[in-house]
């Protein structure tokens, strides 16, 4: 196929009158210059823009289907919703729960083709909790987090291929051993719904952190110890270039302000967008869902726990975040696709096959209106939305 009259959103601008060739589901050229082959089919995209297809690294769930029910339908339920946000390929997060329940989520990944969910293509699981502090759990139950047990731990790093990315306090006893298995297995490890000190960041860093999750929410930010004033992990982060900061940038999360001096101390380069959306995405306001075993609730344009007294993950897609981005922290359109494609494909290794627009990457490709609303999905050339 042919993909022509289409603004091309490139790593360092944006491409008009441009078309881009997909061959054998990979992108076989891309320019000003290229017309159609015999037999070619042609889309014509009408000046639309077309963007790689959007990473989402932090994903719960949508439509009141969870990753914690641990069965290919529900996760091949979450990758068709969150293709029409533009998502082509996600890592379904956990939640806080006993053993089993997490165990059975690594087995469910298993049983399903990544390639094959109708939608977006999974990536794995990204492990959130159980090792939190008890002080910053967010929605967790607070019954349920504990400190980082290596008989535990070491069940579900045998499924290490399955899994992207952890999320770990790092102050906790053990975290440090914990960030070690992580990195010897290549799964990544992120700070987060951490109560930490500055120098327990470092620690982690040196031992491998270099990631944390959903900045600002559940983490640790400067403060007095005895006369001094100390910084927490989000000092840390924002202040060492090789961390990436993921951010849910749906506008209820953080505040623009706040986006702004992140954007402001990591550059383009330095944030992951992430929906940490939930089963309550998709929902009608005041429905209620659950995360995990976490009920929930949607109201006004955000997911709630039923008490209202946290946010519980979020209702927005890939889109929105790049859209919020654009319109409330004022970054370049082609950066904040920058944030939703080659940054998390680089924090996951893939930066050779997925997160591009380049010849010879997987044609996964999204066209966005000038109100940057999905028209089509494309995985590997195939459209699914």
Known sequence: ???????????????????????DGHIAA???DLTPEPNEAVLDLAGKF????????HIHGAL???????TPEAFSAICQFHATGGTTALALTTVTAPEAAITAVLEAAGKIDPNATGGARLLGIHIEGPYFSKEKPGAHPLELIREPQPAEYQKWLSYSKRITQMTVAPELPGALQLIEALQSHGIRASGGHSDAWDEDAAAAFAHGMRQVTHTFNCMSSARRRGPFRVAGLLEFAMGEPDILCELIADGFHVSATLMRALYRAKGRAGIALVTDAGAGAGLAQGETFTLGEIRGVVDGGVALTEDRKALCSSVARMNTLVRVMVEQVDVPLFEAVQMATANPARALGLEDQIGTLAA????DLVVLDDALEVEMTFVQGQRVF
């Open 1 to 23: 196929m042919l993909f022509r009259n289409a603004r091309l959103l490139l790593p360092d601008g944006i491409l008009s009158g441009a078309s881009l060739r997909v061959r």
């Open 30 to 32: 891309l320019g000003t």
């Open 50 to 57: 077309l963007s790689p297809g959007f990473i989402d690294m």
């Open 64 to 70: 009141h289907r969870d990753s914690m029910e641990a």
């Open 360 to 363: 010879g990457l997987q044609a």
